[in-house]
């Protein structure tokens, strides 16, 4: 079995998809030009698709009268696309840390919206107004 590399976006997106549905080629295309807004080539999908099918992470049934294929994940897929986004989700963490605040209060961490009250002459961040009157 050949080593699956998720080396872009659009790749990551068809997992995704297809780990929560059922989709022909073509809707693979369309929602990925909806979700990128522009288009997305065949060129893009059908050979990423074809690799995922030879590693047994997805496999089609032909459906409709033009006997179009449908494509699933099958259960070795299902693990792979865990393991794919646990490591996505340790990027994720580790781009948005810098980001991330501590309630001067109650230490919860706060990536948006946080209460902002000055303190002292300087500006101190809370995760809510009780936390800022305590």
């Given amino acids: ?4 590399k998720v080396t ?4 990551l997106y068809i997992v995704i998809m297809l780990n929560k549905s059922q ?3 073509y809707e693979i295309i369309k929602d990925l030009k909806s979700c990128f807004g522009r288009e ?4 893009h999908v059908y050979p990423f698709l074809q690799m995922l099918e030879k590693n047994r992470l997805i496999a089609h ?3 409709e009268a033009r006997d ?3 494509y699933f994940m ?3 897929g299902r693990k792979f696309t865990l393991d794919l986004m646990a490591r996505f989700n340790n990027i994720i963490d580790v781009s948005i840390q810098s980001k991330v605040q501590k309630c001067a209060s109650c230490n919860c961490e706060i990536y948006r919206n946080g209460f902002e009250k000055k303190v002292n002459g300087r500006k101190v ?3 809510c107004k009780h936390c800022a009157t305590h």
């Fill in 40 to 43: 997305i080539s065949a060129a």
């Fill in 8 to 11: 872009n976006l659009i790749k």
């Fill in 125 to 127: 961040i809370f995760c």
């Fill in 61 to 63: 049934k032909r459906v």
């Fill in 23 to 25: 989709k022909h080629g």
């Fill in 1 to 4: 079995m050949a080593e699956i």
């Fill in 74 to 76: 099958t259960s070795k």
């Fill in 68 to 70: 179009k294929k449908k």
